[in-house]
């Protein structure tokens, strides 16, 4: 009969970071290990705490499944000897697989007929073996961090003070680290009650419920339960809370029973700005902040304790207390800032290191100043004089105290002081979007002031870094050199920034200082492979991002019309044609060692199919050449053009000989097709790329 099976890994405090990493890591390692074993299951659930990491097997089989194996034997030659007796080499590998000699198989092989056993190996019962299988799943688990504190030496995050094993109502008796499988669970560590005991594997979530004392082990329970709580806390306020989901997350790995208690703050804290006070809460505090319908912050905070208490009141004393400390520490921190200014930070880039042999943050600093202008190229004088006062202090907050202490506020904080000293609104609103997006789908700069300089400011990151040879490879990429690749492409195609992307490119690396071993040649590749990705999402197929990867002479935005107009127009069976006829082109231009064909002569035509190809060629190249190319449409109609070469094409191609004797005639012919492949592998895209159904 199927049973469910339970494992609790009872242990000292594990770190918040590392509480659902662990889950994942256990359920899909305990998936594999029941695969390695052949026991069937109906589903694997992981739940747990900051001590307690639990695995649930329901519906575990109560035995192994049978497996059928081939075992290798003697050669076929070794059956039987010459009076047609069984060798005793074939009984004794018969008897060694559990089987007789007559049951034993011949099978050819490369190597020839050898003797095979075909047996079954019988399941053991469920019960036998999972002692193993629940040590495999413990020592499976690995940590960033791990400790040693017993004589097995067993690699763990934490002490293992306790483990529940159980199959059915039966205990899983095994040892481990020291500790040897019980029927009863831990009570919150700091309440001293006794262990509670566990019948069944159904009972562990409610028996650690209904404790006086409650432990909510299910995660998504204790995340709805102090989401609840926060919002009934802070409506009794007449406000709302802040449910920020990474906050929200981390406190429920670092609680078993989360309480709510409310609490005020001093008004004078509320002349900080937001995301300072804010940023203290959640990142210093782990408390929630209390905002009104507006998203405005009120004098209030939501704090969080695990367990319940009857001294509430000194809890929260003890919450406002260290609050108060990290704000007043804030306050300092804010108004030294002011006091110092944006001129005098900026002054102290020049002792902030950027990259060994590629110079400061000021000197980063002033080749932003020179990319955002290079960008902003066309756009009214005010609005140059904006981007590049912010280009100029786009850095300076990296020398501020508050950053000093705060660094997720970097550019935040500069367009805070930058306001303060009455810059101009978009040179202070572009400072404060200088680092957007923060993620590979998060919110971009809405001001262009702010796009020109935080695109300026990822293209010298990324030639930099690049130049400097630290190129993301795997899973490796300590520069965040993807994610600000990905920023760069987006704000591109967000603001419509009219420069071909390898132009962009080649004036970031440009404007670096020279450096040996430089790996630039890369970048454009690199960063392609991020325009790929966005097109890949708008169902552009490969082939087609092939296509339009050698116009390197158009804008992004120009590529993707191109691609969505080439990706609809590609199920034309005329326009397949004349890609395959691009093939061919392109295979019989690559024998030819002389490039150099010269003109088109047509009195040199001496086959019909050669004028009606070189008139249809003209024909498409005067339409093109009064065609204004901006919408999708504009190029659905060029590739419309480019399908009536498909039958003009293969006329030629089965009428007309192109390597003859005669060399003004064959390099008239070369000069042709040199032509028609200029057209439909280099103008708008390249066709030969295209994938022929």
């Known amino acids: 009969m199927n049973k469910t099976a339970l494992l609790a890994i009872e242990t000292e405090h594990l770190p918040a970071r590392f509480l659902f990493g662990a889950l994942e890591q256990l359920k899909n390692n305990t998936e594999n290990i029941l695969k390695e074993h052949n026991l069937e299951y109906s589903a694997v659930n992981t739940f747990g705490t900051y001590r307690r990491l639990v695995v649930e097997i329901k519906e575990l089989a109560a035995k192994a499944a049978d497996i059928q194996k081939e075992v290798k034997g003697p050669p076929a030659a070794l059956l039987k000897d010459k009076d047609g007796n069984y060798t005793k080499q074939a009984e004794g590998f018969a ?26 190996v019988k399941g053991q019962e469920t019960k036998n073996l999972l002692p193993q299988i629940f040590e495999n799943i413990i020592r499976s688990l690995v940590f960033p961090k791990n400790m040693v504190w017993e004589d097995s030496c067993l690699h763990f995050a934490r002490p293992i003070r306790n483990i529940v094993a159980l199959y059915g109502d039966k205990l899983v008796k095994f040892e481990i680290a020291g500790v040897k499988s019980t029927k009863a669970s831990l009570p919150m560590l700091s309440f001293g009650a006794k262990p509670v005991k566990i019948d069944k594997p159904e009972d562990y979530i409610p028996a650690l ?84 319908n507006k998203g405005n912050l009120q004098p209030h905070f939501l704090a969080v304790r695990d367990g319940i208490s009857v001294n509430q009141d000194e809890v929260r004393h003890g919450f406002k207390n260290v609050m108060t400390a990290r704000l007043t520490d804030a306050v300092f921190f804010f108004e030294n800032d002011i006091k110092t200014g944006l001129d005098k930070m900026a002054e102290k880039l020049a002792t902030i290191n950027f990259i060994d042999g590629l110079g400061n943050m000021a000197q980063k600093t002033k080749r932003v100043e020179e990319l955002s202008l290079f960008i902003a190229a066309n756009q009214p004088k005010e609005t140059k004089e904006n981007i590049q006062k912010a280009a100029k202090y786009c850095y300076a907050d990296l020398a501020s105290s508050v950053v000093y202490e705060f660094s997720e506020l970097q550019g935040y904080m500069g367009g805070v002081y930058a306001g303060k000293e009455n810059f101009p609104k978009d ?124 116009l390197k002479n158009k804008t992004l935005n120009q590529l993707v019309i191109i691609a969505k107009a080439l990706n609809n127009a590609k199920n034309s069976q005329a326009l397949m044609q004349a890609a395959q006829a691009t093939k061919r082109i392109s295979n019989i231009l690559k024998k030819v060692e002389e490039k150099t064909f010269g003109d088109i002569k047509e009195n040199l035509f001496s086959c019909n199919q050669e004028k009606v190809l070189y008139n249809t060629l003209k024909g498409i190249n005067a339409k093109m050449a009064g065609q204004k190319l901006e919408q999708e449409k504009d190029y659905k109609e060029v590739f419309n053009l480019f399908s009536t070469l498909a039958e003009p094409l293969e006329d030629f191609f089965k009428e007309v000989m192109v390597n003859v004797p005669q060399i003004e005639i064959k390099n008239n012919r070369l000069a042709l097709l040199d032509a028609i492949q200029s057209l439909l592998s280099k103008q708008i895209a390249d066709l030969s790329k295209l994938q022929i159904k």
């Open 95 to 120: 008897q060694k697989n559990g089987l007789k000699a007559q049951d034993l198989v011949i099978v050819e092989t490369p190597k020839g007929p050898f003797l095979y056993a075909k047996c079954v």
């Open 209 to 292: 419920r209904n404790l006086e004392q409650p432990i909510l082990a299910d995660i998504e329970e204790r995340k709805q339960t102090l989401i609840k709580a926060l919002n009934s806390v802070a409506s009794k306020l007449g406000y709302q809370a802040d449910l920020d989901e990474d906050l929200i997350n981390e406190t429920i790995s670092f609680t078993e029973h989360p309480v709510v208690l409310s609490g005020d703050m001093d008004i004078k804290f509320l002349k900080l700005p937001k995301e300072l006070i804010t940023n203290v809460f959640k990142k210093q505090l782990r408390m929630f902040p209390v905002v009104d």
């Open 427 to 550: 040179s202070a609103v572009g400072i404060g979007e200088f680092y957007l997006p923060l993620s590979a789908s998060s919110a971009l700069p809405k001001t262009l002031c702010g796009a020109i300089v935080s695109l300026a400011g990822k293209l010298d990151s990324l030639s930099a870094n690049f130049a400097a040879g630290q190129v993301p490879s795997g899973s490796q990429d300590p520069f965040a050199l993807r994610r600000q690749a990905m920023g760069a492409v987006r704000i591109i195609l967000d603001k419509n920034i009219a420069i071909p992307l390898n132009e962009l490119i080649d004036k970031a690396i440009e404007l670096l200082p020279k450096i040996e071993n430089s790996r630039t040649a890369e970048l454009f590749d690199f960063m392609w492979q991020r325009f790929a990705l966005l097109l890949e999402q708008e169902q552009i197929t490969p082939d087609v991002i092939e296509a339009i990867k050698p």
